[in-house]
Nanobody
Framework: QVQLVESGGGLVQPGGSLNISCAAS????????MSWHRRFPGNQHEEREF???????????YYQRSVRGRFTISRDVAKQTVLLQMTHLVPADTAVYYC???????WGQGTQVTVSP
């Protein structure tokens, strides 16, 4: 079954850190570029903002300007997981985080990250 399952979200204080992960199954993970996107609260149009991307080889990464230097994306081919390490979190990072794969894989349900005192 083709599936992406995000986990690890939660409540964290401003300035804190959190790692979220994505477990992939049912497709050739090593051939897919993986990304993290997020949907902000109250977004009625279900728009999802690009956060970070990692190439299929894992050699190339790209970040949205607002998270550059704070977030790190990585992948583990053996475990078929993608990790997003988030540091120096701010309330504006509060969102549901998704990890889409290239190639038309259906999106997962996402994991909620809330940054609040």
């Amino acid at each position: 079954q083709v599936q992406l399952v995000e986990s690890g979200g939660g409540l964290v204080q401003p300035g804190g850190s959190l790692n979220i992960s994505c477990a992939a199954s049912g497709f050739i993970f090593s051939e897919a570029a993986m990304s993290w996107h997020r949907r902000f609260p109250g977004n009625q149009h279900e728009e999802r903002e690009f956060v970070a991307r990692i190439s299929s080889s894992g050699l190339n990464t790209y970040y949205q300007r607002s998270v550059r230097g704070r977030f790190t994306i990585s992948r583990d081919v053996a475990k078929q997981t993608v990790l997003l390490q988030m540091t120096h979190l701010v309330p504006a990072d509060t969102a549901v985080y998704y990890c889409p794969a290239s190639g038309g894989v259906p999106w997962g349900q996402g994991t909620q990250v809330t940054v609040s005192p």
